[in-house]
């Protein structure tokens, strides 16, 4: 066996350190935690963490740790952990009480895997919603919604239109009829003509046709294609879907599984959050962004006149800021969250300055040049608007009562005119300018949604999912290692440490890639494991053969790896594709259990052969006189 390469040694043995690493930190169990989370802008320091500590040992409630995180994904947290759920469940109700509605606070896990596994990069694998438990909600877009904005918004354009070329119109109103579009009646034949022309010039996404014509009215119809209404609904998916994972991302829940389902649900699994209704005020709030006209600011005597007497003007709305100081804004709304594209932040490049930048489509993209043209100078109001359900139980069913916050999240000066991208400047830190980017894009829902279905999995049944999940793979395991060195010996006791690593391997990778591992997924593990011996049965038999064949030892087994490679890569490539099938096409619990299985088959190709091959060249090379073999 002298001609088995030295670089696969060293490479089996990189292997098997690097595996034994990496899958290491999932043999150390997460602590339960508690995790505070500020809502908007409300101070995430030293002071709250005093105050959290402060709550707990006025109620008596034993904690491990408390830290203050920082994460820029996630912003600054309060995490703290506690010996068991009990306490956790005590500490949760306790602060939400103490913190009032400016703080999030949310069940989470914290790590206890050793700083130096953590520097390599070494992490235990997330666990999903049927091992930890968790909560589970199906949502259904309102897409009826969505077709009336986008008729409300049609009228509006049109209006605007007819208005620029100067065409005569008798009036442009919505259609009585759900989805029938926008009527546009004008006095003339001449009209409708010059106003269908520049309405099928200007939107292409709607169907202009002639309707009736009486005296002195001539009626136009424009109706939203039905391909432009697809791709909007199918756009509202996506950016409900994008500001569901900014909101949750940002208050800290840890691993969150947050998916389309057909063209108006999605799917929303909250690992380790144990209580429905504080997921329901997250995820069910429905916010939006207005951009509007300031009309005085805290020190307008105005402003502080409202504030006083409680009479705000009639065109105005008095409303507050992050930090509890008033503002009069206009009731007209220039630009809508549901306008906005994308927003970052960034540094002003004249003065370095922290600042947000912000997109809008081309329809908020005109209504913002209209107003910044004829509003240099003065102040505009950037407004956070939040509607949230408070879910109480009368007569033994759920009531939801809706609650609508406004708060002024940013307020600037107008510095020159711009439409479709400008810049939000003003702004206290870099962190302030984060989180109001994050606000900005997180903040708009494309429409309502509305919970149609929930289901909660409590942790103690994760934990039976988890003990019946280990049990299932040691007995599979034992089983196969039993059975290996009982009838094959030696190479089967080699096969059965290939096995063993094969496991560990497995594990290694899904950790490293961050696999959530679910029930599926242990079941794919346990049918890798079984799949991984036939490799070695088919080598192990192939070497017996070339021994009853009269050839040497040595050669029996060069000969056996061989000849059996060919049939289990056939075999294992058939696997892999069906595998990658699952992956691709499969979602939820059926793609968990198609990337275990791809990843189990391409790591049981290493152990079974070069692993093995390795050992027992390294047993058996360098034994001149080997007469016979353990098979």
């Not at 995790?35 to 105050?51: F, I, R, T, Y």
């Not at 049990?471 to 006791?493: C, H, N, T």
Request: glycine residues 8%.
């Amino acid at each position: 066996m002298s001609d088995f390469p030295r670089w696969k040694y060293a490479l089996v043995a990189i292997v098997m350190v690097l595996g034994i690493l990496y899958a290491l930190p999932n043999a150390f169990v997460p602590l339960s935690a508690v995790q505070v989370s500020a809502v908007h802008n409300a101070p995430v320091d030293a002071a709250l963490e005093q105050k959290v500590v402060a709550t707990l040992q006025k109620d008596k409630i034993a904690y491990k740790n408390i830290s203050l995180k920082h994460n820029k994904a996630k912003g600054d947290y309060i995490l703290i952990g506690f010996a068991n759920g009990d306490l956790q469940n005590s500490a949760a109700d306790s602060l939400k009480t103490a913190l009032g509605e400016d703080y999030t606070v949310v069940f989470n896990l914290e790590s206890t895997v050793p700083g130096w596994l953590q520097a390599i990069g070494a992490r235990s694998m997330p666990l999903g919603l049927d091992l930890q438990g968790g909560v589970h909600f199906l949502m259904k877009v309102d897409q009826r919604d969505v077709v009336n904005k986008q008729e409300i918004r049609y009228t509006e354009d049109i209006t605007s239109l007819l208005r620029d070329k100067k065409i005569h119109y008798t009036s442009v109103t919505r259609n009585s009829i759900h989805g029938k579009g926008v009527v546009v009646v004008l006095p003339t034949a001449a009209d409708r003509t010059a106003a269908s022309d520049a309405i099928a010039t200007a939107f292409t996404d709607l169907d202009v046709s002639d309707g009736p014509s009486t005296g002195d009215r001539f009626v136009l119809d424009a109706v939203v294609k039905p391909e432009a209404l697809r791709k909007l609904a199918q756009a509202t998916i996506t950016q409900n879907l994008a500001t569901l994972r900014n909101r949750i991302n940002a208050l800290g829940v840890s691993e969150p599984v947050i998916q389309a389902q057909g063209n108006d649900q999605i799917v929303v699994d909250l690992a380790g959050v144990q209580d429905p209704a504080e997921a329901k005020r997250v995820i069910g709030a429905i916010a939006t962004l207005q951009y509007v006209a300031g009309l005085g600011g805290p020190s307008d005597p105005a402003v502080q006149d409202a504030v006083r007497t409680g009479i705000v003007p009639p065109n105005a709305h008095l409303y507050y800021g992050t930090h509890g100081e008033p503002y009069l804004v206009s009731k007209r709304v220039i630009v809508s969250g549901e306008e906005l594209v994308d927003a970052s932040s960034g540094t002003d490049p004249d003065n370095g300055s922290p600042s947000v930048n912000v997109t809008l489509n081309s329809v908020g993209a005109k209504k913002m040049l209209d107003f910044t043209r004829d509003n240099v100078g003065k102040p505009m109001a950037v407004v956070y608007v939040e509607t949230v359900y408070d879910n109480k139980v009368v007569d033994g069913k759920e009531v939801r009562t809706p609650k609508v916050k406004y708060k002024v999240i940013n307020y600037a000066t107008i510095q020159g005119v711009f439409s479709n991208k400008f810049q939000t400047n003003g702004l206290g830190s870099p962190k302030e300018a984060s989180e109001l980017a994050l606000l900005l894009k997180g903040g708009s829902l494309a429409a309502p949604m509305d919970i149609v279905a929930q289901s909660v999995i409590g942790p103690s049944m994760g934990k039976q999912n988890i003990s019946k999940g280990l049990d299932a793979v040691l007995l599979g395991l034992g089983l196969v290692l039993v059975a290996a060195a009982i009838y094959y010996k030696l190479f089967g006791l080699v096969a059965d440490i290939a096995l063993f690593f094969n496991l560990v391997i497995l594990v290694a990778v899904m950790s490293m890639i961050g696999v959530t591992l679910t029930m599926p997924g242990i079941a794919g593990i346990v049918l890798t494991l079984g799949m991984a011996i036939d490799a070695n049965v088919l080598i192990c038999e192939r070497v017996r053969e070339e021994l009853r064949n009269g050839s040497t030892p040595l050669a029996s087994i060069r000969a056996g790896y061989e000849k059996a490679w060919s049939t289990i890569l056939d075999a294992n490539v058939t696997h892999l594709i069906a595998a990658l099938a699952l992956m691709t096409i499969g979602s939820g619990a059926i793609r968990g259990f198609g990337v275990t299985l791809f990843i189990g088959i391409s790591t049981s190709l290493f152990t079974s052969v070069t692993m093995t091959h390795a050992i027992t060249a390294l047993l058996h090379g360098g034994r001149k006189k080997l007469k016979t073999l353990s098979v």
